[in-house]
């Protein structure tokens, strides 16, 4: 790795890796990593209102899956990051209120007795997507 590396990084990357010992590409990466990978207050404040309010797209079953796989990712990466978990309530109403197809919203709150966590409510929603 440290030798790829040496061949194809220059500025301010290429004097972090001469900085490390020769041979040593994986604390090379760790540099990188924890340069490009923030965890100040406001950059963890800024991935929290993310996962609250994720990114509008269109409301199509195709477009499920994929966005639900990006919002799971920003909260694993939230939770990773910060070092807590992000709770179960916040999980599900989120999820109800912005992630879910606008036409299985009611579903989920007609059958919220028996979904009491946001993996019931996900797998809910797969169940009857794949149904139809």
């Given at each position: 790795?440290?030798?790829?590396?040496?061949n194809?990084?220059?500025?301010?990357?290429?004097?972090?890796?001469?900085?490390v010992?020769?041979g040593?590409?994986?604390e090379?990466?760790?540099?990188?990593?924890?340069?490009?990978?923030?965890?100040?207050?406001?950059?963890n404040?800024?991935?929290?209102?993310?996962?609250?309010?994720?990114?509008?797209i269109?409301?199509?079953?195709?477009?499920?899956?994929?966005?639900?796989?990006?919002?799971?990712?920003?909260?694993?990466?939230?939770?990773?990051?910060?070092?807590?978990?992000?709770?179960?309530?916040?999980?599900?109403?989120?999820?109800?209120?912005?992630?879910?197809?606008e036409?299985?919203?009611?579903?989920?709150?007609?059958?919220?007795?028996?979904?009491?966590s946001?993996?019931?409510?996900?797998?809910?929603?797969?169940?009857?997507?794949?149904?139809?």
């Open positions: 790795m440290y030798y790829l590396l040496t194809i990084l220059d500025g301010s990357a290429a004097v972090t890796l001469n900085n010992q020769d040593n590409g994986l090379a990466w760790r540099r990188f990593y924890t340069n490009c990978e923030p965890r100040t207050t406001g950059h404040r800024s991935r929290y209102v993310a996962i609250l309010s994720p990114e509008k269109p409301d199509l079953p195709t477009e499920y899956m994929p966005r639900v796989e990006t919002w799971e990712k920003m909260i694993h990466d939230y939770e990773r990051l910060k070092n807590v978990e992000v709770d179960q309530e916040t999980l599900m109403g989120v999820f109800q209120s912005q992630i879910c197809p036409a299985l919203r009611g579903h989920l709150i007609r059958y919220s007795h028996r979904l009491a946001y993996e019931y409510m996900k797998a809910e929603v797969e169940n009857v997507l794949l149904s139809e």
